[in-house]
Each structure stands twice: as structure tokens, then as C-alpha cells.
T-cell receptor, first 121, second 113 residues
């Protein structure tokens, strides 16, 4: 069974601080995808990144960066120089691919419980 | 503009009534999904559909029903059999079944009293 753990329920930082959101996952599959989504107060989830299990290269997109480590089953997300607009709930999600590849069925996302980030002035 | 629309944003119903939540997408995506979000919890999959006239149960399908008569539309009915229907419901779509990123609508907050 798949599981995604986001142990940090809430994080508060002051603007311009760096912050890292942790994500630990469990899966028996060797082929899988990991995702991060942002949920601002409006409620709509916004896609941030997708990473497959064969690509452990870290990724940077502006102030956002992601650290994928298969050895520790972690896919952590860092915001550099945080801003008030970064305040949101962030979700990590996992999609196993073995069943999808074998049967052609749609992949199902397993979400963590989310981390609420509050950035203040 | 391409995207996913859900209506209404807020919905109130009396216990014992069925209620249908709308989800429409103009992204030409094949796959569509319904999730439920409760406070302090992640999203849980209710139903998903890979193509028109096909849909599959997710992890918490009991008390819900769906239809997929058109590619653009995937309405969700919350029946009176759903024991705890008050929640935030999110619809999503992806270009095809598989590990493609899913794009979400703005959600409908359903309150049943």
C-alpha cells in the first residue's frame, strides 16, 4: 500500500526566511511519480512539480527547489526567501505506476495530509 | 480560458436529500476525478473516469454516484446514503490516464444539516 507522510502540520516563518517542507513516502513499486501541489486560501489545488522515480536530480524553479532522495524515500520542498503570497497548504502526493503500466488504468494519487505554511511580515 | 469549473462554490442541503455537484472542463482531457477533502486531512479519491461512459470507484465511493456521458462533464451525486457528506469536494482532470499531473477546479463546499 502507498502512504505519504507530511509530519509538519503547520509552519510559521517571517518573510524572506527559507523554509523546507518535508515529505516521506512508502511504496513497494519501483516505478512511481511524486507530486507537489499548493492550495491557497481560495481552495483550488495548483500543480507545482512532478518527478519520476528514476530521476533523482534536484530541481530548481525560481525560489522553489525540490530534493528527491530515494535512499530515504523523501521528496522535500524548499522555498527560498519566502513571501506572504507563499502562504498556503502544500500537499505531497504519490502515484504508483506498475498497475497503470500493466493494465492501462488511470493512476491514482495518494496525498499526504498537507503542511500549512504561514508567512508573515 | 481553459480550465475546470465547479458550481456552485457553496451548497447547503438538508439531511436525506440527494445533491449533485457539477464539474466541467474545456481542456480536452480524457481522465477526470472527484476527491473529498476534510479538515486536517489529505484528499481522498471518490471516483475517477478514464474515458466517456466509463468510471471506476476510488477509495471512498460508498454513498456517491457519478456519470460520464460527455467528455467535458463529470457530475457527482452525493446520495442520502453518504453518512457524513459535509466536506470540500474537488474535481480534477488529466490529459490521459497515467501519471500525468492533475489539474483541479476551485471546489464546492457542501454543508448538510
Amino acid at each position: 500500500a502507498q502512504k505519504v507522510t507530511q509530519a509538519q502540520t503547520e509552519i510559521s516563518v517571517v518573510e524572506k526566511e527559507d523554509v523546507t517542507l518535508d515529505c516521506v513516502y512508502e511504496t513497494r513499486d519501483t516505478t512511481y511519480y511524486l507530486f507537489w501541489y499548493k492550495q491557497p486560501p481560495s481552495g483550488e489545488l495548483v500543480f507545482l512539480i512532478r518527478r519520476n522515480s528514476f530521476d533523482e536530480q534536484n530541481e530548481i524553479s525560481g525560489r522553489y527547489s525540490w530534493n528527491f532522495q530515494k535512499s530515504t524515500s523523501s521528496f522535500n520542498f524548499t522555498i527560498t526567501a519566502s513571501q506572504v503570497v507563499d502562504s498556503a497548504v502544500y500537499f505531497c502526493a504519490l502515484s504508483d505506476m506498475t498497475l497503470v503500466i500493466l493494465t492501462g488504468t488511470a493512476s491514482k494519487l495518494t496525498f499526504g495530509t498537507g503542511t500549512r505554511l504561514q508567512v508573515t511580515l | 480560458d481553459g480550465g475546470i469549473t465547479q458550481s456552485p462554490k457553496y451548497l447547503f442541503r438538508k439531511e436525506g436529500q440527494n445533491v449533485t455537484l457539477s464539474c466541467e472542463q474545456n481542456l480536452n482531457h480524457d481522465a477526470m476525478y472527484w476527491y473529498r477533502q476534510d479538515p486536517g486531512q489529505g484528499l481522498r479519491l471518490i471516483y475517477y473516469s478514464q474515458i466517456v461512459n466509463d468510471f471506476q470507484k476510488g477509495d471512498i465511493a460508498e454513498g456517491y454516484s457519478v456519470s460520464r456521458e460527455k467528455k467535458e462533464s463529470f457530475p457527482l451525486t452525493v446520495t442520502s446514503a453518504q453518512k457524513n457528506p459535509t466536506a470540500f469536494y474537488l474535481c480534477a482532470s488529466s490529459i490521459a490516464p497515467g501519471a500525468n499531473e492533475q489539474y483541479f477546479g476551485p471546489g464546492t463546499r457542501l454543508t448538510v444539516t
